[in-house]
């Protein structure tokens, strides 16, 4: 349970950090869009009164942000009906090659001005760990009824289920100074998730083979600039990702039966998921370099202007964090039980359930009740000068 697949987790924060008086050393002097600070896993919601005047959200973002909720959501509905399908376990690989990578590398890019000041801190605090030690204890005992694990214990090194992105988040922001300090830092980044995937022995506490192994995708949005996914947004790019990921899904397609989709959860080593050692590096190059092109082929279809659906992805951190109580759920109401829902049409109804859930979870009302436990702010427990904070996926 504790270490299902990605589609388990999460998204990145939705919002910025503030920016303190002038660019930080790894912000361009321009003013970049808001959002507020993922939990990492990039939800973010409405964002509060703040001192500092608010800054303009980029639509782009936020629409890239909700699109990726989206296609999370999906994908752990689409779990159950993989059994069976080749279909269905074919665009279950497609969507989980790109969706986590795409909110890892945005959270990334709004993880640029982290620089360990009190404020950006006490953001994290209040954004990211807060809302992790409330959804695992959450998460415990829910799934002590759903899984039929009454005894399981609540542990918070080991993230259980969604909040694996919460605690992975946390910890890659937190190095974000030395990301910007080192001199080659994506190279190193996949260093250390190719080492990663040859180390059995690296235990469950905070999911510690994910972070390793997602590792590389967060530190290439701390690299990014603006400029670079304005290149993925031309026309050119949009023409080209139709067959890509046309060639994409038919090669899942005859992966399917070979069982490929566990390198994408990265949550394991070569030798745990039955395969050589030395193909562990292998694949991890492997399936960057295809993260990469797919992650890239899905911004180049994110909208850039506001939609209708833009204002729900500065809230994708709710829909990440709370549609895990709904799949939870399906165990035990047998939504799955049902034949048809294994057919076809089956299928697109539970695609577009999935969808309608997260979307309503997102939504301001949902917000405004779980604000207290997703964006505290949590100014008691503080010294004053400090800055309050909000998840930013």
Excluded at 30 to 53: I, K, L, N, V
Excluded at 166 to 181: G, I, S
Excluded at 352 to 368: E, Y
Aim: positive net charge.
């Amino acid at each position: 349970m504790r270490q299902e697949g990605i589609g388990q987790a999460t998204l990145p924060s939705n919002g910025t950090e503030p920016t303190p008086a002038g660019p930080t050393q790894a912000e361009p002097p321009q003013a970049r869009p808001t959002q507020a600070e993922p939990t990492q896993a990039e939800p973010t919601a409405a964002e509060p009164a703040q001192a500092a005047p608010a800054k303009k959200r980029d639509a782009f973002f936020d629409n890239a942000k909700y699109l990726a909720i989206l296609l999370v959501a999906v994908g752990h509905a689409w779990e159950p009906l993989r059994e069976g399908s080749r279909t269905v376990t074919a665009f279950y690989t497609l969507v989980y090659a790109f969706h986590m990578p795409a909110f890892i590398v945005i959270s990334g890019h709004f993880s640029r001005g982290f620089d360990g000041s009190p404020q950006r801190v006490k953001r994290l605090i209040t954004g990211v760990a807060v809302p992790y030690v409330v959804f695992e204890v959450a998460y415990t005992l829910v799934t002590r009824w759903t899984d039929d694990a009454p005894d399981r214990d609540i542990s918070l090194l080991d993230p259980l289920y969604l909040t694996w992105f919460l605690a992975a988040l946390f910890v890659w922001r937190l190095t974000a100074p030395v990301w910007r300090l080192v001199r080659r830092p994506l190279p190193l980044a996949l260093a250390v998730a190719m080492l990663a995937t040859l180390s059995p022995a690296i235990g469950k506490d905070l999911d510690l083979q994910r972070v390793l192994q997602f590792l590389p995708y967060f530190v290439l949005g701390l690299l990014l600039k603006p400029e670079h996914f304005r290149l993925v947004r031309r026309r050119a790019v949009r023409v080209v990702a139709v067959p890509v990921f046309a060639a994409a899904l038919a090669v899942a397609y005859w992966a399917a039966p070979r069982g490929v989709y566990p390198w994408f959860f990265h949550n394991d080593s070569a030798v745990q998921l039955g395969a050589p050692a030395w193909s562990g590096p292998v694949m991890t190059l492997a399936t960057f370099g295809c993260s990469l092109v797919l992650v890239a082929c899905f911004l180049a279809w994110v909208p850039g202007r506001p939609t209708w659906f833009t204002a729900l992805g500065a809230a994708t951190l709710y829909g990440y964090l709370l549609h895990g109580f709904v799949k939870q759920a399906a165990g035990p109401a047998h939504w799955y039980d049902h034949p048809w829902i294994h057919q076809p049409l089956g299928a697109l109804a539970v695609t577009l359930v999935a969808a309608l859930t997260v979307t309503l979870l997102c939504t301001s009302p949902v917000r405004r009740v779980f604000r207290c436990v997703v964006e505290p702010r949590a100014e008691w427990a503080f010294r004053r000068g400090g800055e309050g904070g909000r998840a930013a996926p």
